[in-house]
């Protein structure tokens, strides 16, 4: 490939929005910043507007446009507001590659207007794939729009694969750090506050993502991910406790072979190599040291008490729109936790009542996976108001 990629930053303001921005700047003759999207934080996307000269910015929150387009009066960049306009600009010509980094079931439908546009998609999130997996995957083959993970799991498993063609799975092994309450029990669990559980061990990332790691949710949304990026069957999905996140995750093969990939916790590595796909790029990142002390440990999770990793597999198992439904209630209640509405063991009630709730539906199209999202959603939080 030559010349520069033109990359559209959808969630420019976020925990990976941000990281990508590094790693663009870093990279100016390979990369540049041609769209960039926030929420509500319209001054960070100003600022990042000013640096990166984009040729499109969305703020969310239409509220700000006008603010947003004085504050950008001098410059040539066109800016959009409203949710409508996420889905208007994937669709442009002005960007070769999106970075899907918008948080939760709110970036599906911009990631599935890029995929129709044969776009190449940096998927960090993983929401799209829980929630729709089935129809974004076969979207991605008919439009010839490859699917890039930046999850650094799914990273690791796809690193794991180049070179590897048809050679057959027998299974993947994905890590997860344990998160901050690793070995600890409902008891302690049911008096965890908010501000604990924002703090994660190994990793600094938004605040639905560092909840869904210290429930365990995280590592479920992360298998039914895998599924649909890898062809899998439920069975070929295993989730190993790795608590010094160095091994990203890994691939057993049909001979019993296990290939790994590793390094230290730095975000900004999958997602420069899903931007540099298949080159990779020099980069100043810290490197892993096996001169300093260091033990590797691997431990099955505990799945009694971590009971969202149980629902998610169960999800996963059974398919349909269950996995859209557990998507939906989580993210009611981990926001609902956020605001320290519900405690911590509230949230996998939540989940696990909604998941018992809404019907079941084998194959659903799109527009059922729409309506199971939004009843999914009216449901869980009606339990919450009580
Ligand atoms: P974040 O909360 O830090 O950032 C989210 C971004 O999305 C922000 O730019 C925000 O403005 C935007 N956004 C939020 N709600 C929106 C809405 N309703 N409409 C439009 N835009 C909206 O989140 P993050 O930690 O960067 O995570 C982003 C995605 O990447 C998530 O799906 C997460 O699971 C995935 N991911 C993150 C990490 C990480 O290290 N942070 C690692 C792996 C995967
Ligand atoms: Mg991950």
Known sequence: MTGTKRIAVFGSTGSIGTQA?????????????????????????????????????VIGDEKKYHKVKEALAATHVKVFAGEDALVEVAAMDCYDIMLAAIVGYAGLKS???????????ALANKETLVVAGDIVMQKALE???????????????FQCLVGEGR???????????????LGKKPNFLVNVKRDHALQHPNWSMGAKITIDSATLMNKGLEMIEAKWLFNLQPEQVQVLIHPQS?????VMFEDGSIKAQMGLPDMKLPIQYALAFPNRVASSFPRYDFKKPNTLTFEEPDVRTFRNLGLATEALFKGGNMPCVLN??????????????????????????????????????????????????????SLIQM
Do not use: W
């Open 328 to 381: 939906a209630a989580n993210e009611i209640a981990v926001f609902a936790f956020l605001r320290n509405r519900i405690g911590f063991l509230d949230i996998t009630t939540v989940v696990e009542q909604t998941l018992e709730k809404i019907a079941f539906i084998e194959n659903p199209n799109l527009d059922e996976y729409f309506e199971t999202d939004g009843e999914a959603r009216n449901f869980a939080a």
């Open 111 to 121: 990631t599935l207007q890029a995929i129709e546009c044969g776009k190449t998609i």
């Open 21 to 57: 921005l590094q790693v663009i700047a870093a990279n100016p003759s390979l990369f540049s910043a041609e769209v960039l999207t926030a929420h509500t934080n319209d001054e960070l996307l100003v600022e990042q507007a000013r640096q990166f000269n984009p040729n499109i910015v």
């Open 246 to 250: 160095i091994i990203h995750s890994m």
């Open 167 to 181: 050679n057959k799975i027998e299974k993947i092994i994905l890590t997860a750090s344990g998160g901050p309450f």
């Open 143 to 157: 439009n010839k729009a490859p699917v890039i993970p930046v999850d650094s799991e799914h990273s690791a498993i």
